[in-house]
């Protein structure tokens, strides 16, 4: 079965850090490009980070950039988001997605981690 | 950056009918345009890809049409599954972006 399970989310004070995992399984985790999406209600969907199968290319959301950076280990079948100087407004529910093949758009999604920011 | 827009923000429409949602683009973005749906408490699925590719499992109702800067999703003869936010996406230049959203409601 193909599955994508996201941990790592929870509360953390403005300033602070939290590490994000997503753990893969029912196919082929290298040949996957790979990507964290986030949800707010008030402001809908935003790409934050993006990397290629053996994570040579990675791209970042303006809004990220700097604070955040996307890993992966492809041995584990793992894919990671380190969160730094993290703010309110990156408060969200964090997706992990893979790429359809040769798109950027997103067919396989995990269920999501929440990430609280406040004091 | 492309914006994506949009509309309408809430679409109300009985069962069975048609519905119509449109996404607009800052800029071309040639094919390169998917659709999600998403409901309360679960991850978006990819419907359409490519503007107008159905993704595996998705049913022959929901059709996607579209280039350059207008892009519209079709949804006909509503099922009651269908009442959901539907977004739709970029993927033709970075930053990826996303629309605000259509809710569809009864």
């Known amino acids: 079965q193909v599955q994508l399970v996201e941990s790592g989310g929870g509360l953390v004070k403005p300033g602070g850090s939290l590490r994000l995992s997503c753990a893969a399984s029912g196919f082929t985790f290298s040949d996957y490009y790979m990507t964290w999406i986030r949800h707010t209600p008030g402001k809908g969907l935003e790409w934050v980070a993006y990397?290629?199968?053996?994570?040579?290319?990675?791209y970042y959301g303006d809004s990220v950039k700097g604070r955040f950076t996307i890993s992966r280990d492809n041995a584990k079948s793992s894919l990671f988001l380190q969160m730094d100087s993290l703010r309110a407004e990156d408060t969200a529910i964090y997706y992990c997605?893979?790429?359809?093949?040769?798109?950027?758009?997103?067919?396989?999604w995990g269920r999501g981690t929440m990430v609280t920011v406040s004091s | 950056e492309i914006v994506m827009t949009q509309s309408p923000g809430t679409l109300s429409v009985s069962p069975g009918e048609r519905a119509t949602l449109s996404c607009r683009a800052s800029q071309s973005v040639s094919s390169n345009l998917a659709w999600y749906q998403q409901k309360p408490g679960q991850a978006p699925r990819l419907l359409v890809y490519g503007a107008s590719t159905r993704a595996t499992g998705i049913p022959a109702r929901f059709s996607g049409s579209g280039s350059g800067t207008e892009f519209t999703l079709t949804i006909t003869s509503l099922q009651s599954e269908d009442f959901a936010v539907y977004h739709c996406q970029q993927y033709k230049d970075w930053p990826l972006s996303f629309g605000g959203g259509t809710e569809v409601e009864i």
């Open positions: 997605a893979a790429r359809l093949t040769g798109t950027n758009a997103f067919d396989i």
């Open positions: 990397i290629s199968s053996r994570g040579v290319s990675i």
